[in-house]
């Protein structure tokens, strides 16, 4: 088993390195002038079991690109299988058609990474769990809920009020999940979008006067979501309100939004890099995924359970 990087996310690649206890394979990936992506596989792999690391987070195209030319050259370096590890899998919200003459971009990056060759995936939190369906190949989709569930009961002393809420009627089965762990209720936020990047709350689904809140989704990209559900929260009179996200995309002015929100804290994986992007964020906590992942990798490459993982 041999693991590799593309340059998404290359601190998780070293920590996931470091926990199996073996070396990343010695590439180069490098540019063209003109933006094209040229990669070389520096040592040899042939009939290896390949694990190639790449979020595909901002640039989306750019880590997209490289992660479907990196399977190409382990494909035909006579790699043995090849496992595409991929800790944020971007552009899974456009799932289905939401309007008539849209694409469905998860559809079509699933198809794209079949064919260009790989074997297997494994990513954590999908948008939506049918995404695994979009592949005609094995998906582990791993959950950051442990994780998450760990921390609120090391850190979240007094746990008498606390509540779930999920953000949106999409992540229910998302907040069940974390509320079951923590033995406590869930509240539901009614969230619409009048346009894209836009969000409103409609309702609060559940009473969370008086409760600590615990919000838990797959994103946060511009903040909106969070920003509003965590003042919703505070005025329908929530004492405080604690924010579990998985994956930190954090486009635009996020970080600032956060900071200034009515937010106590946000806790995020390093599915994505956001290392130098966090520094005075101290609202902003974030948990590493690698352990979890590297251990998924232990399992497949001995061919043992990953969903023993969450029991
Ligand atoms: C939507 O269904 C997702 O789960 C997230 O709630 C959404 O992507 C967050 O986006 P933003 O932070 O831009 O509101």
């Given at each position: 088993?041999?693991?590799?990087?593309?340059?998404?996310?290359?601190?998780?690649?070293?920590?996931?390195s470091?926990?199996?206890?073996?070396?990343?394979?010695?590439?180069?990936?490098?540019?063209?002038?003109?933006?094209?992506?040229?990669?070389?596989?520096?040592?040899?792999?042939?009939?290896?079991?390949?694990?190639?690391?790449?979020?595909v987070?901002?640039?989306?195209?750019?880590?997209?690109?490289?992660?479907?030319?990196?399977?190409?050259?382990?494909?035909?370096?006579?790699?043995?299988?090849?496992?595409?590890?991929?800790?944020?899998?971007?552009?899974?919200?456009?799932?289905?058609?939401?309007?008539?003459?849209?694409?469905?971009?998860?559809?079509?990056?699933?198809?794209?990474?079949?064919?260009?060759?790989?074997?297997?995936?494994?990513?954590?939190?999908?948008?939506?769990?049918?995404?695994?369906?979009?592949?005609?190949?094995?998906?582990?989709?791993?959950?950051?809920?442990?994780?998450?569930a760990?921390?609120?009961?090391?850190?979240?002393?007094q746990?008498?009020?606390?509540?779930?809420?999920?953000?949106?009627v999409?992540?229910?089965?998302?907040?069940?999940?974390?509320?079951?762990?923590?033995?406590?209720?869930?509240?539901?936020?009614?969230?619409?979008?009048?346009?894209?990047?836009?969000?409103?709350?409609?309702?609060?689904?559940?009473?969370?006067?008086?409760?600590?809140?615990?919000?838990?989704?797959?994103?946060?990209?511009?903040g909106?979501?969070?920003?509003?559900?965590?003042?919703?929260?505070?005025?329908?009179?929530?004492?405080?309100?604690?924010?579990?996200?998985?994956?930190g995309?954090?486009?635009?002015?996020?970080?600032?939004?956060?900071?200034?929100?009515?937010?106590?804290?946000?806790?995020?994986?390093?599915?994505?890099?956001?290392?130098?992007?966090?520094?005075?964020?101290?609202?902003?906590?974030?948990?590493?995924?690698?352990?979890?992942?590297?251990?998924?990798?232990?399992?497949?490459?001995?061919?043992?359970?990953?969903?023993?993982?969450?029991?």
């Amino acid at each position: 088993m041999k693991l590799l990087t593309g340059n998404s996310n290359k601190n998780l690649s070293f920590k996931i390195s470091k926990f199996l206890k073996t070396k990343l394979v010695h590439s180069s990936i490098k540019k063209f002038s003109d933006g094209e992506i040229y990669i070389e596989i520096n040592e040899n792999i042939r009939g290896n079991s390949i694990f190639i690391v790449q979020s595909v987070s901002s640039p989306a195209n750019d880590n997209l690109m490289e992660l479907l030319l990196c399977i190409d050259a382990l494909k035909r370096s006579s790699a043995k299988n090849i496992t595409a590890v991929i800790p944020y899998f971007g552009y899974a919200r456009q799932d289905r058609k939401v309007a008539p003459r849209t694409s469905i971009s998860a559809k079509l990056v699933s198809n794209l990474i079949t064919k260009a060759g790989a074997d297997r995936v494994v990513t954590v939190d999908l948008h939506a769990g049918q995404i695994q369906g979009f592949f005609d190949l094995p998906v582990d989709n791993l959950f950051a809920t442990p994780i998450f569930a760990r921390h609120i009961k090391k850190n979240i002393k007094q746990r008498k009020n606390l509540i779930c809420v999920s953000p949106d009627v999409g992540g229910v089965e998302r907040t069940r999940a974390l509320a079951r762990k923590l033995d406590i209720g869930i509240a539901i936020i009614d969230k619409r979008r009048p346009s894209p990047g836009k969000s409103q709350v409609m309702n609060v689904i559940g009473n969370v006067k008086n409760k600590k809140c615990i919000i838990i989704d797959d994103i946060i990209d511009s903040g909106g979501t969070i920003v509003n559900a965590a003042q919703a929260l505070i005025n329908r009179g929530a004492n405080e309100v604690h924010v579990y996200i998985t994956h930190g995309v954090l486009s635009g002015a996020a970080v600032d939004k956060i900071k200034k929100s009515s937010i106590k804290n946000l806790v995020i994986t390093d599915t994505i890099d956001n290392s130098g992007k966090l520094k005075k964020a101290k609202n902003i906590e974030i948990l590493s995924i690698s352990n979890l992942l590297g251990e998924a990798i232990k399992r497949i490459s001995n061919s043992t359970s990953v969903s023993d993982l969450f029991k």
